[in-house]
């Protein structure tokens, strides 16, 4: 997927993020945070490669493109980024909620 949000600058490039940029990307991150909690839940025991870390790296990737939807939704405030994050926020505070 050809993302801004997905690409590792620092800073990100916060002019090339649209809204629909933002709805593709955090669905799919917090799909996949999601799909490895149930994994390890489902898998019981297991190593520490399949467990910390390969959450960590998706958690990593849900925070690094969420910190940038608030900080362009701060400054920029437009309606439809507004929505997004707005439909984005419950789920991912019931997500890290959840994991802790």
Aim: charged share 20%.
């Amino acid at each position: 997927m050809n993302n801004p949000l997905l690409e590792d600058y620092e800073p990100p490039l916060l002019d090339r993020i649209s809204s629909v940029d933002v709805l593709l990307v955090l669905e799919a991150l917090l799909s996949d945070c999601c799909e490895i909690v149930a994994s390890i839940i489902d898998n019981g025991r297991t190593a520490w490669d399949t467990l910390v870390a390969s959450l960590e790296r998706a958690q990593d990737r849900l925070n690094k493109a969420w910190s940038s939807v608030s900080y362009l939704n701060t400054v920029t405030n437009t309606d439809t980024l507004h929505e997004v994050s707005n439909v984005f926020l419950p789920l991912i505070n019931a997500y890290n909620t959840e994991v802790v």
